[in-house]
């Protein structure tokens, strides 16, 4: 059964507001709904594509409609100025930027920092907090290069710093993060040489702090400091007893991956104490895994790493800095809720209760209060680009009625009993309805397998159920609630739309481990979306497609989509997909990077920023170990053959080989 989101959302609203509060409830509903078609064929407006689209929710303040049905995108949030998403797609085209294309807005990057700053500011305020708050961008996100510079450049004015995990990542920090006193955390497995690069890193100015995550790695660091003569400034990752919740929830614990117990951090001390430098021990860093949806287990891990931390003080530790890590959500599907796909805090309710249970804690034992740290990539890089993807053609089922004999008596038994349950569908017996055609229907197959139904008529049998559940459908939309044995109908009779992307490459998260994006056109939204689909992507694998949309109640099975119009483009949205896509991508079917393209408004409209190629298929295929001119030279020594033994013309060799040529500097997906 699904969780009633509405119902949540407005239990929220009537909650105490409280900004140091916010965990709801899970509650279950035993009624299963259709979508219903709320407006159907009269009077629709761009706000009813707005709640449809839940754009309102998940969108603020980046994403909304015009008055034309078109999406637009307000990269610097509340501050103004605008874009319309149509309008720089076509122009994008215009200059041969073929699609699928990523889109990414550099001013939504500036301004999700800003009010991650901004936000820790006010809490600090409201506290009065003696200490300071320094974010750090986890690498790991998004690694891509100028996405990676851009924050470097906006978290200038912050001191924002990189996180690394691996010793790539350190490489990409070390020589991007130029801004001095900006933290650089050095997380993940370590060898001797990460060890040296992340110390010899001080003599450059910059703030490397090693977090120890294995206790093997205690060892090394002293041994590395020791020859280099340079004192570190070192970290411990704990695992905390308290559990995150969702996909990542065993992100922490005793069976974390990653981290030391309790006994371990003691172990740590000791040595440290014994080589006289306990002084190097400056941080505490915990994570409790990624999208945290609930505001409750945000509060019950700070509570518990503040206690470790003012002990580590009073140990002699040389206490700090205290690193929350990663986990604040992004509201994916605008419910405001702790779904998965949503979260019940907002972003100032999350500093707000970082700040106050570390003062708190701090404040009860007499501690100096550590500068604050979090890594947070989801919560700034995802809002900042959107994925732009054409639809290809779609498929339905035959719901058209079939050729009927004037006579019924000259029809075949089963044929003439649809027909008739076709034509008696109505609001009292929709449900009786669908039971007796899908009884038909199996009569059909059943006679159709003994030899007593011919082809044709097994066409018309399955043409006149098919147009029984449509009917049947359009009065189960209108209904509030429906019975359970007709909550498959919507998926069963949705349309499929064939889009030009893959999704493995561009959202592999969608597959991988069902993560919800919203997904919408961005045009045509003045007009009533009278098609229900769901999207197949280009890959010949049965898993490359999306069957889940987000909705306020639970989890959509299909999205809502216009009918194609012929000789126009029809172009779907989707968003908040700018953590970790890019990197976890894959290349089944050798589908490549997209083109990607990078924009700053301005106050005449906007500036393309940069342009990133998207891959070939002569890059792809040298991915792996093929040589596009071996793979040349292959076919024209087949052509030869082909035309000593007269199978092909030269006319037609040459044609093969100069499309065969063409094709291997083009883009991986299809064109227009």
């Not at 009624?31 to 969108?59: C, H, M, V």
């Not at 990676?148 to 990189?162: E, S, T």
């Not at 669908?434 to 009569?443: N, P, R, V």
């Given at each position: 059964?699904?969780?009633?989101?509405?119902?949540?959302?407005?239990?929220?609203?009537?909650?105490?507001?409280?900004?140091?509060?916010?965990a709801?409830?899970?509650?279950?509903?035993?009624?299963?709904?259709?979508?219903?078609?709320?407006?159907?064929?009269?009077?629709?407006?761009?706000?009813?594509?707005?709640?449809?689209?839940?754009?309102?929710?998940?969108?603020?303040?980046y994403?909304?409609?015009?008055?034309?049905?078109?999406?637009?995108?307000?990269?610097?949030?509340d501050?103004?100025?605008?874009?319309?998403?149509?309008?720089?797609?076509?122009?994008?085209?215009?200059?041969?930027?073929?699609?699928?294309?990523?889109?990414?807005?550099?001013?939504?990057?500036?301004?999700?920092?800003?009010?991650?700053?901004?936000?820790?500011?006010?809490?600090?305020?409201?506290?009065?907090?003696?200490?300071?708050?320094?974010?750090?961008?986890?690498?790991?996100?998004?690694?891509?290069?100028?996405l990676?510079?851009?924050?470097?450049?906006?978290?200038?004015?912050?001191?924002?710093?990189?996180e690394?995990?691996?010793?790539?990542?350190?490489?990409?920090?070390?020589?991007?993060?130029?801004?001095?006193?900006?933290?650089?955390?050095?997380?993940?497995?370590?060898?001797?040489?990460?060890?040296?690069?992340?110390?010899?890193?001080?003599?450059?100015?910059?703030?490397?702090?090693?977090?120890?995550?294995?206790?093997?790695?205690?060892?090394?660091?002293?041994?590395?400091?020791?020859?280099?003569?340079?004192?570190?400034?070192?970290?411990?990752?704990?695992?905390?007893?308290?559990?995150?919740?969702?996909?990542?929830?065993?992100?922490?614990?005793?069976?974390?991956?990653?981290?030391?117990?309790?006994?371990?951090?003691?172990?740590?001390?000791?040595?440290?104490?014994?080589?006289?430098?306990?002084?190097?021990?400056?941080?505490?860093?915990y994570?409790?895994?990624?999208?945290?949806?609930?505001?409750?287990?945000?509060?019950?891990?700070?509570?518990?790493?503040?206690?470790?931390?003012?002990?580590?003080?009073?140990?002699?530790?040389?206490?700090?800095?205290?690193?929350?890590?990663?986990?604040?959500?992004?509201?994916?599907?605008?419910?405001?809720t702790?779904f998965?796909?949503?979260?019940?805090?907002?972003?100032?309710?999350?500093?707000?209760?970082?700040?106050?249970?570390?003062?708190d804690?701090?404040?009860?034992?007499?501690?100096?209060?550590?500068?604050?740290?979090?890594?947070?990539?989801?919560?700034?890089?995802?809002?900042?680009?959107?994925?732009?993807?054409?639809?290809?053609?779609?498929?339905?089922?035959?719901?058209?009625?079939?050729?009927?004999?004037?006579?019924?008596?000259?029809?075949?038994?089963?044929?003439?009993?649809?027909?008739?349950?076709?034509?008696?569908?109505?609001?009292?017996?929709?449900?009786?309805a669908?039971?007796?055609?899908?009884?038909?229907?199996?009569?059909a197959?059943?006679?159709?397998?003994?030899?007593?139904?011919?082809?044709t008529?097994?066409?018309?049998?399955?043409?006149?159920?098919?147009?029984?559940?449509?009917?049947?459908?359009e009065?189960?939309?209108?209904?509030?609630?429906?019975?359970?044995?007709?909550?498959?109908?919507?998926?069963?009779?949705?349309?499929?739309?064939?889009?030009?992307?893959?999704?493995?490459?561009?959202?592999?998260?969608?597959?991988?481990?069902?993560?919800?994006?919203?997904?919408?056109?961005?045009?045509?939204?003045?007009?009533?979306?009278?098609?229900?689909?769901?999207?197949?992507?280009?890959?010949?694998?049965?898993?490359?497609?999306?069957?889940?949309?987000?909705d306020?109640?639970?989890?959509k099975?299909?999205?809502?989509?216009?009918p194609?119009?012929?000789?126009?483009?029809?172009?779907?949205?989707?968003?908040?997909?700018?953590?970790?896509?890019?990197?976890?991508?894959?290349?089944?079917?050798l589908?490549?990077?997209?083109?990607?393209?990078?924009?700053?408004?301005?106050?005449?409209?906007?500036?393309?920023?940069?342009?990133?190629?998207?891959?070939?298929?002569?890059?792809?295929?040298?991915?792996?170990?093929y040589?596009?001119?071996?793979?040349?030279?292959?076919?024209?020594?087949?052509?030869?053959?082909?035309?000593?033994?007269?199978?092909?013309?030269?006319?037609?060799?040459?044609?093969?080989?100069?499309?065969?040529?063409?094709?291997?500097?083009?883009?991986?997906?299809?064109?227009?």
């Open positions: 059964m699904g969780v009633d989101r509405s119902q949540l959302l407005a239990e929220t609203e009537n909650l105490e507001t409280d900004e140091r509060s916010g709801i409830a899970k509650h279950s509903n035993n009624s299963t709904r259709l979508q219903r078609a709320d407006f159907p064929n009269r009077n629709w407006t761009i706000e009813k594509s707005e709640n449809l689209y839940r754009i309102g929710g998940w969108g603020e303040p994403f909304s409609i015009n008055a034309a049905g078109h999406v637009t995108v307000s990269p610097q949030g501050r103004g100025g605008s874009l319309d998403l149509f309008e720089l797609v076509n122009a994008l085209r215009e200059r041969n930027l073929s699609l699928p294309l990523l889109i990414r807005f550099s001013d939504i990057l500036e301004h999700r920092i800003e009010r991650l700053n901004a936000c820790f500011a006010k809490a600090i305020a409201r506290y009065n907090y003696a200490g300071t708050y320094r974010g750090v961008f986890p690498v790991k996100c998004n690694q891509q290069k100028h990676v510079a851009d924050i470097v450049r906006f978290g200038r004015p912050y001191q924002f710093g990189l690394a995990g691996s010793k790539p990542e350190l490489m990409i920090a070390l020589a991007m993060l130029d801004t001095l006193g900006s933290l650089l955390i050095c997380n993940g497995y370590k060898d001797r040489e990460y060890m040296e690069t992340a110390m010899l890193a001080q003599r450059l100015g910059q703030c490397p702090i090693v977090v120890l995550e294995q206790i093997e790695e205690l060892p090394l660091a002293i041994e590395v400091s020791r020859s280099l003569g340079i004192e570190p400034m070192l970290g411990v990752r704990a695992k905390l007893s308290a559990r995150g919740v969702g996909r990542w929830g065993t992100s922490s614990g005793d069976r974390a991956k990653f981290g030391l117990t309790i006994p371990e951090i003691i172990e740590v001390v000791d040595r440290l104490r014994s080589e006289g430098m306990l002084g190097s021990l400056q941080l505490l860093h994570h409790i895994g990624s999208q945290i949806s609930s505001i409750s287990v945000i509060k019950e891990a700070i509570q518990e790493a503040s206690k470790i931390y003012v002990e580590l003080a009073q140990l002699g530790a040389n206490m700090k800095y205290l690193d929350v890590g990663g986990g604040l959500g992004v509201d994916y599907d605008g419910s405001q702790n998965h796909a949503s979260k019940n805090y907002t972003l100032q309710n999350y500093a707000n209760d970082v700040i106050a249970e570390v003062k804690a701090c404040d009860e034992r007499n501690v100096p209060v550590p500068m604050l740290i979090s890594e947070s990539g989801r919560a700034v890089s995802s809002h900042q680009s959107v994925l732009i993807f054409d639809v290809l053609s779609t498929s339905g089922v035959p719901a058209d009625l079939p050729a009927i004999a004037s006579d019924p008596e000259e029809e075949h038994p089963i044929i003439r009993n649809l027909s008739e349950t076709y034509k008696s569908i109505s609001v009292e017996n929709y449900q009786e669908f039971h007796d055609a899908t009884q038909f229907k199996e009569e197959l059943s006679r159709f397998n003994f030899g007593y139904l011919s082809l008529q097994r066409a018309s049998a399955d043409r006149l159920y098919w147009a029984c559940c449509k009917r049947i459908l009065i189960a939309r209108q209904q509030e609630y429906v019975p359970d044995d007709l909550e498959d109908l919507e998926k069963i009779m949705a349309s499929i739309y064939y889009v030009n992307l893959s999704v493995f490459q561009s959202a592999p998260d969608s597959w991988a481990i069902d993560q919800l994006f919203p997904i919408m056109p961005i045009h045509r939204l003045d007009e009533e979306p009278t098609e229900r689909g769901i999207i197949a992507d280009l890959t010949c694998d049965s898993d490359g497609k999306i069957d889940q949309f987000i306020l109640r639970d989890v099975p299909v999205l809502e989509f216009h194609l119009k012929s000789g126009e483009p029809y172009y779907l949205g989707l968003f908040l997909g700018g953590a970790y896509q890019e990197i976890m991508g894959n290349l089944h079917n589908f490549g990077d997209t083109n990607a393209v990078h924009i700053h408004l301005t106050p005449k409209g906007y500036q393309i920023e940069h342009v990133v190629k998207g891959d070939t298929m002569t890059e792809v295929l040298s991915y792996v170990q040589n596009a001119e071996d793979l040349v030279e292959n076919i024209r020594r087949r052509s030869e053959q082909a035309l000593l033994e007269k199978r092909i013309t030269l006319q037609e060799s040459q044609r093969l080989l100069q499309n065969y040529e063409r094709s291997l500097g083009r883009y991986t997906y299809l064109s227009p």
